[in-house]
């Protein structure tokens, strides 16, 4: 099982807009039998089977085994991944698409958009991704934005000046500054 499954199909994503296959998706993340999902959702196993099926047909589970039971057999499935993400391109934008200027929310969401895309097309079979995510929270008064600005500039351009060679693995950085919202604290 992976760990994360990028949705970037229509049919994947349709197959998750009803509610009732995201139940049986979750009761999924280990193997089970449609007989067992339904007992777990008190549903027929036939009406879970269906939901399977599509689930299946978009990618999102695998048949892992069968087993026969009263000389029927009967298919054992698990959810491909612990967590989906849904490519923002599949709801598409509204109006037309203009230049994003850096400093503009917009453009944060173009280049979160860029940085989904890329870490799902990594190699996740690699024995080891060297890659580092950091977070953290700063508190800038408006009088020293600009400052702030400067000095977070400063810093990546000594970065990208001193590792910018053609030599080891190339490395994407990304980084993002946006106002806390009061759900983070």
Aim: aromatic share 6%.
């Amino acid at each position: 099982m992976r760990d994360v499954l990028y949705l970037d199909r229509i049919e994947q994503a349709e197959a998750l807009l009803k509610p009732q296959r995201i139940e049986v998706l979750r009761q999924l993340a280990e193997p089970r039998t449609c007989t067992e999902v339904g007992e777990r959702l008190e549903q027929t196993p036939q009406r879970v089977y269906y939901h399977v099926k599509r689930l299946v047909e978009a990618g999102l589970v695998t048949k892992v085994a069968e087993r026969r039971v009263r000389g029927v057999s009967e298919g054992i499935y698990q959810a491909t991944a612990r967590s989906y993400w849904m490519s923002p391109g599949l709801v598409g934008r509204l109006g037309p698409r203009r230049a994003r200027d850096e400093l503009t929310l917009g453009y944060l969401l173009d280049l979160m958009e860029e940085v989904q895309a890329d870490i799902a097309a990594l190699d996740r079979t690699a024995p080891e991704l060297p890659s580092i995510g950091v977070s953290g929270h700063i508190h800038v008064p408006p009088e020293r934005r600009g400052e702030f600005l400067n000095d977070m500039q400063t810093v990546l351009q000594d970065l990208f000046t001193r590792y910018g060679g053609e030599e080891g693995d190339a490395f994407k950085l990304v980084v993002a500054c946006y106002p806390k919202g009061e759900a983070d604290e």
